[in-house]
């Protein structure tokens, strides 16, 4: 080996989970991800999703070192996170939505006394991050509670806070908005778009959450039963599945549709009296070709175009 | 290795300031653990009472080795408080949280917290230790060299036991719960080591000298310090089965870790 490679690499990882109901029944074989590959580049955003079970977080406890790969390598920060967990982890931030890494019952002040010693963080760079951090995250007046009586969007902040505060360059968020209010979701992905932009630390989020996503990822990486589906910038991804584009449009009288044949790959359904969802796949057939078909109907009082959701993309893909 | 020793200081310096935040839960585990080792106690001499020496060990060379067990039971529980109960963190796949953390994962999970109430142990052990070694005249036959052999004694038994209560959490990670496996591997051998162990059949003898090598923490030290075994250098069998055991245990330990399975969410 040269130079470490930074980043993430996977390539051909697998992980087969073998359980035995009783200790001589014969072996359950069930393939959580089956060879999969991709790589993440140092700065990158990347929006991790697939539907349940899809193996989304076993993948992410692979590239952590807490699950041993049955099949293929993975190197994060061109370390090994099974054979070099130790020093790979100091490298990494990781928070899991749903289970706490601070210490229950102690104040978040202390939690972060002591990830200073378990992280060997130097005086002066601490002082310098542990101040960004709370300033960023608000945590100022919660600094003196257990982390016990926060509610989850206080512990969710804290938890971010104790998952950067080494500088990690790379960040793993396993659903970190998972139960939280619109208001929390929108300062969190303010926060995280900062620490992406400005610091450069490279984020793997997964999330079940589209607006998470539509939001915050460049890039996007879906999987489904341990496969990957798709891999890319969501356009790519919409062009990819493609979803129809659609627009809603409102005539100023009921339209003539006895006779009328809409052109190929354009279909039309009432949502009124008068007004139509028309769908239409925009490779096919443009806009204002659309329109002129829909003029000889009637006249158009109103339209709006509508954008696909990310949801209904996604959707397709599963 | 001086760095671990550190962070393992501050760990549980935080975990006794988390633990201060249940004084009553301190408090009452005191008192249980003083209710029980009364009875253990209490038991045993009523036994010697009925029976007369056991297998050539007079009560004050049983009371001696009782207070050897117990304050090496104490030592190695003070800080496998997290290892007894080590089911918890399989079942719930708490062990994530474990292995995230820069630091070896055994390490991380023993300084999760300190069980201090066996401090008491360690002292009524170490009293008994020091009665029943005035009142067999220990230090007139032995002098000093008593107190060296007791204090290799006490470590290596609490390391054998600690080696014992890791390779139970260990197993967990075939078995998942080890609650059924604690009484065959952990308390049974326990009370048993109260006794001496030439009172057991061949089997059993041999088990703890070998699998279940408790024989190397209470009886063995126990017999050549009171005379009933020829060789002092014996006592080096202690310290050796303490290095052999804890490195064995510390082998399954990572082999297990690599088996983990973690939980879905």
Not at chain 1, 42 to 61: D, Q, R, W, Y
Not at chain 1, 223 to 236: C, L, M, P, S, T
Not at chain 2, 17 to 27: C, S, V
Not at chain 2, 247 to 254: D, I, P, R, T, V
């Amino acid at each position: 080996m040269s130079q470490p490679v930074p980043g993430i690499r996977a390539e051909g990882l697998s992980k087969e989970f073998v359980r035995r109901s009783r200790w001589f029944s014969p072996p359950q074989r069930t393939v959580a991800v089956e060879n999969l590959s991709f790589r993440i580049e140092p700065g990158e955003f990347v929006g991790f999703l697939g539907p349940n079970g899809a193996g989304k977080s076993t993948t992410i406890k692979m590239l952590v070192g807490i699950l041993h790969p049955t099949g293929g390598r993975v190197t994060v920060n061109g370390l090994s996170p099974q054979r070099e967990r130790i020093e790979l982890v100091r490298s990494l931030g990781i928070v899991f939505g749903q289970r706490s890494q601070l210490w229950w019952d102690l104040p978040l002040r202390e939690s972060f006394e002591i990830l200073r010693a378990l992280y060997r963080i130097p005086a002066s760079a601490y002082r310098v991050r542990r101040a960004r951090l709370v300033d960023l995250l608000e945590l100022a007046p919660l600094l003196d509670q257990p982390v016990r009586q926060l509610s989850l969007g206080q512990r969710m902040r804290g938890e971010l806070a104790g998952a950067l505060l080494h500088s990690p360059p790379v960040l793993f968020l396993d659903e970190p908005t998972i139960g939280l209010d619109i208001a929390v979701k929108s300062s969190l992905r303010h926060f995280l778009r900062q620490i992406n932009r400005e610091d450069g630390v490279t984020i793997l989020l997964t999330t079940h959450d589209m607006s998470d996503v539509e939001q915050l990822c460049s890039r996007m990486l879906v999987i489904n039963h341990g496969r990957k589906v798709f891999d890319g910038a969501r356009a790519e991804l919409e062009a990819a599945v493609g979803v129809p584009h659609a627009v809603e449009v409102s005539f100023e009288n009921p339209p003539r549709l006895e006779g009328w044949t809409p052109p190929p790959t354009v279909a039309m359904q009432a949502t009124g009296t008068d007004t139509f969802l028309v769908e239409f796949n925009r490779e096919r057939i443009s806009l204002a070709q659309v329109l002129e078909e829909l003029r000889t109907l009637g006249t158009i009082r109103d339209l709006a175009l509508k954008e696909p959701s990310l949801d209904r993309v996604i959707e397709e893909l599963y | 290795m001086a760095a671990w020793w550190n962070i393992y200081r501050i760990l549980v310096r935080y975990s006794i300031r988390a633990e201060r935040q249940y004084p009553w839960n301190f408090f009452f585990n005191l008192l249980f653990h003083v209710l029980m080792l009364t009875a253990e106690l209490a038991t045993v001499l009523l036994i010697l009472a009925r029976v007369g020496p056991i297998a050539g060990w007079s009560a004050k060379d049983i009371i001696f080795l009782f207070g050897l067990v117990t304050a090496e039971g104490g030592g190695f529980r003070i800080f496998a408080a997290e290892l007894h109960d080590f089911d918890k963190y399989l079942v719930h796949g708490e062990f994530d949280a474990i292995l995230i953390r820069p630091a070896p994962s055994l390490l991380s999970v023993i300084t999760r917290s300190i069980d201090i109430g066996q401090a008491a142990m360690i002292l009524q052990g170490l009293a008994l230790l020091a009665w029943a070694s005035w009142r067999l005249h220990l230090m007139a036959v032995d002098g000093w060299a008593v107190w060296l052999a007791m204090g290799l004694a006490l470590v290596s038994g609490s390391v054998i036991w600690f080696a014992m209560v890791t390779a139970l959490a260990a197993l967990g990670f075939w078995t998942t719960r080890t609650d059924d496996l604690a009484p065959v591997i952990l308390y049974g051998p326990e009370t048993a080591a109260q006794y001496p162990l030439s009172i057991y059949p061949q089997a059993i003898r041999w088990l703890f000298f070998s699998v279940l090598p408790i024989g190397f923490g209470g009886y063995l030290p126990a017999a050549v310090i009171l005379h009933k075994m020829a060789g002092s250098w014996m006592i080096v069998g202690s310290v050796a089965a303490a290095a052999a055991s804890l490195a064995a245990a510390l082998g399954l330990w990572s082999w297990g870790v690599r088996r983990y399975t973690s939980t879905g969410t």
